[in-house]
């Protein structure tokens, strides 16, 4: 059977290796698995105590409109109900939009280590992806990614993926920097930019944007939100469209009715007004970071400050001989050569114990593994 190239040549995503599958392989009892930005504080209590409440209706389909779910969004996010909608996680509507919007041969436009769901679903639609080159401070560089999109026309790029903080990188672009990227690229007809702000609840940079705003001034920006992090809904899946009438519109007629399970609606609902779980989570996080910097720092590790619940680092050695040793000792990290990092690894912030044990064990690895280029005995 014929199968185009792109998909022939779909280099899938590789989720963080799963706790139990290191259990195994390594014999091991306990294991800290610092690798998917997960929430280290769990689910909402709030979110678990709905969900349990709704096991007795799990024999009954789930609502395909969202009716409630879309009241409650739209109230607390004050986003007019025509002009949201919900995914299976936000990498459906990430999937969903390229398929939607590209046809193949088309394109759309991202950065170099942007997240890598955009490139899976861009080619699972026979779509080609450009990309710019970081900034030198691992920034997405938008003046770049502008320039690209109008010395391109031949490659109708429909698709414009911005991810604000982004993953793995933990930088952000500036809301002045937007600005002046969507004096060019906005409200064009024949483009949509998409910013995934997946990570925006655990933002200290005080000149970071809300994409909302944007949203709310130029035609052609969709935003996408997730339950997975802050609210530490991941393995329920749900993930937010923020997007121009007509592109909800076109959206809910392609996904699947069924997309956000009963559980899940109610979750969310409930998640949303956890205020006490959401200010935890963000210290949880913040202190975490604080803390990596300053072990990193004295582990003469460089490092890029982050607005994400992770870090990168640069392990100065092969980050895949580094993940190894760092497994063998119980820490899941995740490696990131698949984003040109091949020395450095991310690590997400964890509880405090398990912050302490990934620093631990990295002190001891990177005393068995000689920087690069330097033998055992410098
Ligand atoms: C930048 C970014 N966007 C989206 C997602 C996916 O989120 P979801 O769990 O909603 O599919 C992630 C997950 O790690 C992410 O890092």
Redesign the pocket.
């Known amino acids: 059977m014929k199968i185009s190239k792109e998909i022939l040549n779909l280099v899938p995503y590789k989720p963080g290796k799963p706790i139990s599958e290191t259990q195994r392989e390594y014999g091991l009892s306990q294991v800290f698995k610092l690798a ?2 997960e929430n280290p504080l769990g689910s909402s209590p709030m979110a678990l105590k709905a969900i349990t409440a709704q096991l007795k209706e799990l024999h009954y389909y789930p609502d395909p409109t969202h009716y409630e779910l879309l009241e409650k969004v739209s109230s607390v996010w004050g986003i007019p109900k025509s002009q949201l909608s919900f ?8 999937d969903l939009l390229c398929r939607i919007y590209c046809e193949p041969g088309d394109a759309i436009l991202t950065s170099e280590a ?2 890598a ?1 955009y490139e899976v679903s861009a080619h699972a639609s026979r779509t080609q992806v450009k990309k710019t080159l970081l900034t030198n401070d691992y920034k997405m560089d938008l003046p770049a990614m502008a320039k690209y999109f109008f010395e391109h026309p031949e490659e109708k790029i429909r698709l414009i993926f911005i ?1 604000n ?4 990188t933990g930088t952000y672009v500036s809301k002045d920097e937007v600005e002046s990227f969507l004096q060019q690229v906005g409200n064009r007809d024949d483009v949509l930019v998409v910013f ?4 925006t609840e655990f933002v200290r940079a005080k000149d970071c944007p809300n994409a909302f705003d944007f949203f709310r001034r130029y035609k052609n920006v969709c935003v ?6 802050i609210f530490g809904l ?1 393995g329920i ?3 937010a469209l923020v997007a121009p009438t007509e592109v909800i519109e076109i959206f809910n007629r392609v996904r699947k009715p069924f997309n956000v399970n009963n559980l899940a609606q109610v979750a969310v609902i409930a998640a949303l007004q956890d205020h006490e779980f959401i200010a935890a989570s963000q210290q949880v996080t913040w202190k975490g970071l604080d803390y990596f910097y300053q072990e990193l720092t004295k582990l003469q590790l460089p490092f890029i400050e982050s607005q ?1 619940n992770f870090v990168l680092f640069d392990t100065l050695r092969d980050a895949l001989k580094v993940d190894q040793a760092l497994l063998r000792r119980g820490i899941i990290l995740r490696p990131v050569k698949n984003y040109g990092f091949p020395r450095h690894l991310r690590m997400s912030v964890g509880l405090e114990n398990e912050n302490k044990a990934a620093i631990a064990a990295l002190r001891e690895v990177l005393k068995e593994i000689p920087i690069d280029g330097k033998s055992n005995n410098n």
């Open positions: 998917s930005n995914g299976n996680g936000s990498d459906e509507i990430i942007a997240f769901a991810a903080p982004n993953n793995p995934d702000e997946a990570y996408l939100r997730t339950f997975s992090k991941a899946r749900v993930g994400g």
